[in-house]
């Protein structure tokens, strides 16, 4: 009787664990989400440095000389500001930028808005 139970349940085992099964997949999936359910929020608050730095990063390269425009002398910056936009080094650098971080991007997005904020 116990072969019996045990060659029942390694069967039942092999049948569910075969990928070709959609019973697998939907274990899979509902598996997945409940785990995310639960300890998304906890394992985002505990990883969210790395993001933050990576936010910080992007917010500093999208304009490094924002010290310098935001300054209350405006003449000789609002000239230099003119110049490097009509010389097109502010739109190829700004351009070049949100191409290069735009991996970076889409992960903070999935990480800010699904994971960390439970969306």
Known sequence: M???ITTTLKDFANWVADPSNPVTWILVI???LISTSLLGPRIGW???????FLNKI??????????LFR???????HGLFLALLWSFVIPIYWLTIHV?????RFI???YFNMLFSGR
């Open 2 to 4: 116990y072969a019996q």
């Open 100 to 104: 290069l971080f735009t991996p970076v």
């Open 71 to 77: 300054t209350g002398e405006g003449k000789w910056t």
């Open 58 to 67: 992007q917010w500093l390269l999208c304009n490094p000389l924002r010290w």
């Open 30 to 32: 509902l598996l997945a």
């Open 46 to 52: 505990a990883i969210r440095w790395p993001f933050f």
């Open 108 to 110: 903070n997005a999935v």
